[in-house]
């Protein structure tokens, strides 16, 4: 019961972490507009550097980043608090290596599907590369900093952003994969590399067809 209590609690949290819609409230500060009319259209921090320009679009990514990192890190706060609480001791080790990582996986989802679909938003949202990248660096540092290295890599060789994110979310599941890491964590960073590509579907057939707009160009 504790550790269903904890999970959903986190889970919860983490969805609200992620609904934080920080490019539309970029739009709507900054320039009393609502991003989604702009641009690619999408609340994430590649849209903001277009309409928006360079400080606000690091802003909303940093942000971004930081919903992902503060929806692991209070996952793992809550059910630990949770559990000493409700037994009085706190969890043994065994007990924080089995469960603990159940907790996390359902905090990664939650949080970024409060990104990609907000319900301040009307279930609309960024693509969730950024925030994805923030589970990564507080769930297992390794493979966050790989993926990030892979997109920093990609961005430099290609300028297109969307392209850097995709390859970032394979290289997060072959690390993941390749690395010794709970199950859990493999489970959430497949679906949310796969979530996170299925998000950038209509950037794919812009690829494909050669009209994917560069870093610095109008989408």
Same mark, same amino acid.
């Given at each position: 019961m504790v550790f269903w209590i904890a999970s959903l609690v986190g889970l919860a949290v983490a969805y609200l972490f992620g609904s934080l819609p920080t490019g539309y409230l970029a739009g709507k500060l900054l320039k009393g507009m609502d991003i989604r009319e702009h641009g690619s259209r999408s609340t994430g921090a590649t849209n903001v550097l277009r309409t928006l320009g360079k400080w606000p679009a690091l802003a909303v990514l940093l942000i971004d980043v930081l919903k992902g990192v503060a929806a692991v890190v209070f996952a793992r706060w809550?059910?630990?608090?949770?559990?000493?609480?409700?037994?009085?001791? @706190? @969890?043994? #080790?065994p007990d924080l290596q089995s469960a603990e990582p159940w907790t996390v996986c359902l905090a990664g989802l939650g949080v970024?599907?409060?990104?990609?679909?907000?319900?301040w938003l009307n279930f609309t949202g960024g693509k969730s590369a950024a925030t994805g990248l923030g589970v990564l660096l507080a769930m297992s540092w390794p493979v966050g900093l790989g993926a990030a290295a892979v997109f920093c890599l990609a961005l430099a060789a290609f300028r297109i952003v969307s392209l850097?994110?995709?390859? #970032?979310?394979?290289? #997060?599941?072959?690390?993941?994969?390749g690395l010794e890491q709970p199950l859990p964590y493999r489970l959430l960073v497949i679906s949310g590399g796969l979530y996170v590509i299925i998000r950038h579907r209509a950037n794919i057939r812009r690829l494909l067809a050669g009209t994917e707009p560069r870093l610095g160009k109008v989408a």
């Open positions: 809550f059910y630990l608090w949770f559990s000493t609480v409700s037994s009085g001791i @706190p @969890p043994t #080790a970024l599907l409060g990104h990609g679909r907000s319900i850097s994110s995709m390859l #970032a979310a394979l290289t #997060a599941i072959a690390l993941v994969c």
